[in-house]
């Protein structure tokens, strides 16, 4: 709260042995969390305290490692209800998107992997899963789901199709003319997050009738998913590829809810919510490291954080914060419904999703020209995260098609192409 701050003569700095100021919060600052419903802030409060025991302890390791104990998490996570945690019935725990954005939060604060881990099985799997599968897809999936038993990722990005996926190559082909006859699925996906550790795969292939959905069962014959080694971010994550040669699937294996690249378009708008809030928490974490950093660290006599270079970047980096948190804010709340008149809109998304991340990847690399040395060691998280956002720049939406989304939007005029 700003009560705390106790305005201290510059004199009394003088000197290692100084009185440390009492200092505030990047949240308390601007007073953030008493724009939160008291749900809100009792579930950020729980997943951070869980979080704070169960992962934050591990993650460098796991960073380092280029490794991630998914299923164990999954688990943790599906007990906390944060998978599939937007979503209603089939065990999801049905909250408001806030109440998911602020848990998104919490997740990235820890490490962008973690969080993708959740996005992708809630936002991306589960979430195409609920909107355009059938009845036995959902039964069949979504409680396994939910609770951490199955884990689920979602296939559309291939090693030619990334930005542009209408230029998908992956055919799903019927064995036969009725419409009874079983698919038969031969392509390459790229870039699947979770795919190697994966139970069931959404993957998104060319059909006669347009893009479609399919329900995949990872241990189908002709389904493999190498993991992609070498990656320099998003290290606490597992990524691969899928391979599917002549995979088999009965005929409804589709999802009948989605033709056409809408579908998968609508399921990545779902996951950039989730990213918009994660940005939120990268920013924070660097921030709050950083602060502690340069409280204790001295130079020339004094501890950083009292000199006026080290404040600026502090005060740069509260600036973005707080508006990365409002900006993901008015579009939870607008997601929720809470905004007369307004309804949330993918380019309402995209302005958030580019904004936000970018935002992100300049704090956590300004708090770690603060850390110094320390800085570029596993020991202190603003790095990890820099890494981290730097695929997140780049998955969900590239920073350049978000800037040309926004842009059609504002012109009228589509320059994907020209
Ligand atoms: P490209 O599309 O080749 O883009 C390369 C560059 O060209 C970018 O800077 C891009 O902005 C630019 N560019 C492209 N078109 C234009 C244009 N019209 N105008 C201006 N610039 C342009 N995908 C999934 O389907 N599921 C997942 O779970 C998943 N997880 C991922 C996890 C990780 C760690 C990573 C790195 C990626 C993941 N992706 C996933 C893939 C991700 O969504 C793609 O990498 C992303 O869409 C970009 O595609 P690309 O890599 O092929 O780059």
Redesign the pocket.
Known sequence: MIDKVRRTPCAALVGATMNRMTTTSPDDLLALDALLTDDERDTAKTVRQVLDENVRPHVGQWYLDGTLPARDLALLFGDLGLLGMHLEGYGCAGTTATMYGVACRELEAVDGGIR?LVS?QGS?AMYAIHRFGSQEHKTRWLPEMAAGRAIG?????EPDA???PSSMRTRARRDGASDTADWVLDGA??????SPIADVAVVWARTDDGVRGFVVPTDSPGFSAPEIGG?L??RA?V?GQIVLEGVRLPHDAALPGAVGLRGPLSCLTEARFGIIWGATGAIRDSLTVALEYAGARVQFGRPIAGFQLTQAKFADAEAAYVKAVLLALHLGRLKDGAVTGARITPEMVSVGKLDNVRTALEVARSMRTILGGSGITIDYSPLRHATNLE?VL????????HQ?VVGKALTGLDA??G
């Open positions: 993708s992708v991306l990722c979602f296939g559309l990005t990334g930005s542009d996906k790229m870039w699947i997050t979770n990656k971010s998003l994550s990524t695929t780049t998955y969900e939406g590239t920073q350049e098609v040309l994907f192409s």
